[in-house]
């Protein structure tokens, strides 16, 4: 028998894959914060992402101190799954430079991401951007930076489609709060919750096109906090309508107790996850050739939906096939 393909080689040849990255992102300011974070990252086996926060995190006048603090915790050895970014201070903040000056020599090669907050027009992302790539090459450091931008303004929501299209950007996160902030009273603050994030016609518009705009040039929508910090039950139901009813693909956890609800939330289910791997499988041994089964045809189209599902269910931590993970993921 001859060598079998993997799926990325043989279904998405010579194209960019869509990224497949944890579901959970979860906020952490101070260095306290960030370990014990890190050490909870370890027990799940790295099924969330951790943000170290620069532009919150920080005190006034230690912001140098902090980023500094933050490239200590990325390159120590409680970061075993390089899985933590860090959002940098907006661009209105003179700090936003030094930020990148400290982190990006530091840490460039160990940082998940770097989420740029509060933009208001795209040439403020595409600034920043330009920057933190000037830096690295500067720096040495040869690889893509993955860049989260956080769409939290009307000006943000208006250019999503431009800022989602910039290069090394792989997540549009939605920033619920300052967005209804921005309407200066004419939406109520009880709307940054449910049901109204989610009813309210102005904010699921801006939901629902910034999950367009992501889509459209292939990097992945994020979906805002649950304000409610210890209801598990909310949090589980705000990240299955963001997942259900509008298209996004991760959201952000603001407390430890909100990490596993939206893991759950949005992960792949059971059964759909062992049908792609039969079909997958199937596929794979065909040579990726059409195939048959359970009576539906099954051609390149399906194989690359469902190796996208078997890789998220991966990140996950849905159990699969012991032959899935030694032909895949190996």
């Not at 990325?74 to 030094?98: E, M, Y």
């Not at 930020?99 to 933009?119: M, Q, S």
């Not at 000006?155 to 309407?183: C, E, H, K, N, T």
């Amino acid at each position: 028998m001859s060598a079998r393909i993997h799926p990325n080689d043989a279904l998405f040849a010579g194209e960019k894959p869509f990224p497949i990255i944890n579901t959970c992102e979860h906020f952490a300011g101070s260095e306290k914060l960030i370990e014990k974070a890190m050490d909870l990252q370890q027990k799940l086996e790295g099924i969330f992402d951790i943000t170290m926060d620069c532009e919150d995190g920080a005190k006034q006048g230690e912001e140098k101190k902090h980023a500094e603090m933050v490239v200590a915790m990325a390159k120590s050895a409680r970061n075993i799954h390089k899985k933590a970014g860090v959002r940098i201070h907006d661009h209105s903040n003179a700090h936003w430079k030094l930020d990148v000056d400290v982190l990006v020599p530091g840490a460039g090669n160990e940082l998940a991401y770097i989420t740029i907050p509060k933009p208001t027009r795209l040439e403020q992302v595409k600034e920043q951007i330009n920057y933190i790539q000037q830096v690295a090459k500067q720096a040495n450091i040869t690889r893509e930076i993955p860049i989260h931008v956080l769409i939290e303004t009307h000006g943000a929501v208006r250019d999503a489609y431009d800022i989602a299209a910039l290069p090394w950007v792989q997540v549009l996160d939605f920033g619920l709060m300052d967005f209804v902030s921005g309407f200066h009273g004419a939406v109520a603050s009880e709307n940054m919750r449910s049901p109204g994030q989610f009813d309210h016609r102005a904010i699921s518009y801006a939901k629902a096109r910034v999950v367009s705009a992501a889509q459209c040039s292939g990097v992945i929508p994020a979906h805002n906090v649950t304000l409610d910090l210890k209801n598990q039950y909310q949090t589980f139901q705000d990240a299955s309508r963001a997942r259900n009813e509008f298209g996004f693909l991760r959201m952000w956890s603001i407390y430890p107790l909100q990490i596993q609800p939206i893991v759950d939330a949005m992960k792949p289910k059971h059964d759909e996850v062992a049908t792609a791997v039969n079909i997958l499988l199937a596929a794979q041994d065909a040579n990726w050739g059409p195939i048959q089964y359970d009576g539906d045809l099954h051609d390149r189209a399906t194989y690359r939906y469902f190796w996208e599902l078997v890789q998220k269910a991966k990140v996950t931590g849905v159990s699969l096939p012991e032959t899935a993970i030694q032909r895949w993921f190996a």
